[in-house]
């Protein structure tokens, strides 16, 4: 194992030339820009790497994702299997998931980048572009892993599978019928998922699951057109209807939401869960310096911010609008209001479930009359702490960073794991390049070196320890 790892850092430059070939290629999933070559250039660059690859096209016309496959060298696995130890002889190999988008942020706002988001730029040890780290150097990081062990064992140890999805950036509104249609070819014993790396202060960080999230319009209607504000004695107003509906869904005093039965199948954490909790890191002062607040809502302590963040849920409302917002005053009365909200959802609330209960919470609270319309939805998935997957990429993580592993049994963000994890049965385990200096979504993202070739020696590790165990973790 030790000359994959070597030649992981070795061969750097070759791997960096090849995320610098993707960083070039715009492939802005919000705005479809790159799009006309995106998909190929991915495609091309997986057959470079020994997979075969195709590109699958998406319902609805969405972006397309890009799949390949790789068999494992019988050799490679029998050669993970020794270092495993026992006589295992008559296994097959396993099958690895790694699981990347393509896709990236807009650049927005970019007159705070200090460089071309899109021509790579090397500052000392430090890489800047669009995509350098979420999540483009994460897919050239899984590749020096193939190549590593292609050229240092001819072969990998097991079968791998990746893919590259398109849509991540914009919520991933066609994974679920693209998965439906290829559920055969994107099955897998385990996945690796993109993301984790390691914090602040340098210890290797894992998480093992993703909120869902439940994105809504609301909008209201109640005049023809707009009225001269001196009407307000006797029309209706449809703002004031609109923020008493929004009122109705959250106590803001003690931050419950109230729309009934909301909170029924909210998965309760295991004692495993709740540790991993409890050994955290304390954020709350990082989170006062970035964002500038006093204190945290319903008065959360340090202590209590932790579980609160993770594993509850949300209603937040992302926008308003109604009515006249530019320079100086118009005494108008709006015949329309809108909002949009998104729910984050944790295990094992489902967002049709949530948008019906909202539907009947606003009927049931005398507003009818107020439009719900149904954005998108992504399921959430938690991979039990518990598990041999877990615990083998806890354990490898630790290994390679030196450090005990941060451990978030899922993360407040959200994405498509569900569809992967739920849907396939899949478990799933972060491991990649991530630092929090790396301003993934924000102008001047970037990596390091130092980061890249840890985050490979890790994914290598793993998928060594994968190949060798696997069926010993299935069985016991």
């Given at each position: 194992?030790?000359?994959v790892l070597?030649h992981?850092?070795?061969?750097?430059d070759?791997?960096?030339?090849?995320l610098?070939t993707l960083?070039?290629q715009?492939?802005v999933?919000?705005?479809r820009?790159?799009?006309d070559?995106?998909?190929?250039?991915?495609?091309e660059i997986f057959t470079?790497?020994?997979?075969?690859?195709?590109i699958?096209?998406t319902?609805?016309n969405?972006?397309?994702s890009?799949y390949?496959y790789?068999?494992?060298?019988?050799d490679?696995?029998?050669?993970?299997q020794?270092?495993a130890?026992?006589d295992?002889?008559s296994?097959?190999p396993?099958?690895?998931?790694l699981?990347?988008?393509?896709d990236?942020?807009?650049?927005?706002p970019i007159?705070l980048?200090?460089t071309?988001p899109?021509?790579?730029?090397r500052?000392g040890d430090?890489?800047?572009?669009?995509?350098?780290?979420?999540?483009?150097?994460?897919i050239?990081?899984?590749?020096?892993?193939?190549?590593?062990?292609r050229d240092?064992?001819?072969?990998?140890?097991?079968?791998v599978?990746?893919?590259?999805?398109?849509?991540?950036?914009?919520?991933?509104?066609?994974?679920?019928?693209?998965?439906?249609?290829n559920?055969?070819?994107?099955?897998?014993?385990?996945?690796?998922w993109?993301?984790?790396?390691?914090?602040?202060?340098?210890?290797?960080?894992?998480?093992?699951?993703?909120?869902?999230?439940?994105?809504v319009?609301m909008s209201v209607?109640?005049?023809?057109?707009?009225?001269?504000s001196?009407?307000?004695t006797?029309?209706?107003?449809a703002?004031?209807?609109?923020?008493?509906a929004?009122n109705?869904i959250?106590d803001?005093?003690?931050d419950?939401?109230?729309?009934?039965?909301?909170?029924?199948?909210?998965r309760?954490?295991?004692?495993?869960?709740d540790?991993a909790l409890?050994?955290?890191p304390?954020?709350?002062?990082?989170w006062?310096e970035?964002?500038?607040?006093?204190s945290?809502?319903?008065?959360?302590?340090s202590?209590d911010?932790?579980?609160k963040?993770?594993?509850?849920p949300?209603?937040?409302?992302?926008?308003?609008d109604?009515?006249y917002?530019?320079?100086?005053?118009?005494?108008v009365?709006?015949?329309?209001a809108?909002?949009?909200?998104?729910?984050?959802l944790?295990?094992?609330?489902?967002p049709?479930?949530?948008?019906?209960?909202?539907?009947?919470h606003?009927d049931?609270?005398?507003?009818?009359?107020?439009?719900?319309?149904?954005i998108?939805?992504?399921?959430?998935f938690?991979?039990?702490?518990?598990?041999?997957?877990?615990?083998?990429?806890?354990e490898?993580?630790?290994?390679?960073?030196?450090?005990?592993?941060?451990?978030?049994?899922?993360?407040?963000?959200?994405?498509p794991?569900?569809?992967?994890?739920?849907?396939?049965?899949?478990p799933?385990t972060?491991?990649?390049i991530?630092?929090?200096?790396?301003?993934?979504h924000a102008?001047?993202?970037?990596?390091t070196v130092?980061?890249?070739?840890?985050?490979?020696?890790?994914i290598?590790?793993l998928?060594?320890?994968?190949?060798g165990?696997?069926?010993h973790?299935?069985?016991?």
């Open positions: 194992m030790d000359s070597q992981i850092e070795n061969k750097v070759r791997s960096l030339e090849t610098f960083v070039r715009p492939s999933s919000a705005q820009l790159g799009f070559k995106a998909p190929q250039l991915v495609a470079e790497h020994g997979f075969e690859t195709e699958i096209p319902p609805n969405g972006l397309p890009v390949g790789a068999p494992a060298s019988i490679a696995f029998r050669r993970a020794s270092a130890g026992g295992r002889s296994a097959d396993p099958t690895l998931m699981y990347v988008h393509y990236v942020q807009p650049t927005d007159e980048w200090e071309d899109f021509e790579p730029t500052k430090r890489l800047y572009g669009r995509g350098m780290s979420d999540d483009k150097g994460n050239a990081a899984r590749l020096a892993v193939i190549n590593a062990f240092e064992w001819g072969g990998l140890p097991c079968n599978k990746i893919f590259a999805e398109g849509e991540e950036e914009s919520g991933s509104p066609n994974l679920p019928g693209l998965i439906a249609e559920a055969d070819k994107l099955a897998a014993d385990a996945c690796i993109e993301g984790g790396g390691r914090n602040a202060q340098n210890r290797p960080v894992i998480y093992l699951g993703l909120k869902g999230v439940l994105a319009e209607s109640l005049l023809r057109g707009d009225a001269h001196s009407y307000a006797v029309l209706p107003s703002a004031w209807t609109l923020i008493n929004l109705s959250k803001t005093a003690d419950r939401i109230l729309i009934e039965g909301f909170y029924d199948d909210v309760e954490s295991t004692p495993e869960e540790r409890a050994e955290l304390d954020d709350s002062d990082e006062r970035t964002f500038g607040n006093e945290f809502v319903a008065g959360l302590g202590e911010l932790p579980r963040h993770l594993f509850m949300t209603a937040n409302v992302a926008g308003l109604a009515g917002q530019g320079e100086g005053m118009k005494t009365l709006p015949a329309k809108s909002a949009k909200m998104d729910f984050r944790v295990p094992d609330m489902h049709d479930d949530i948008f019906d209960k909202i539907r009947r606003l049931r609270h005398g507003f009818e009359n107020v439009d719900l319309n149904l998108s939805g992504v399921h959430p938690r991979t039990d702490m518990s598990s041999k997957w877990a615990r083998m990429a806890i490898t993580s630790e290994e390679t960073y030196g450090k005990r592993a941060v451990i978030y049994p899922n993360i407040a963000g959200s994405g794991m569900y569809d992967f994890g739920g849907v396939l049965g899949i799933i972060s491991a990649g991530d630092h929090p200096a790396h301003k993934i102008p001047n993202e970037n990596i130092g980061d890249f070739v840890l985050g490979a020696k890790n290598a590790r998928m060594h320890r994968f190949a165990e696997w069926d973790a299935q069985s016991g």
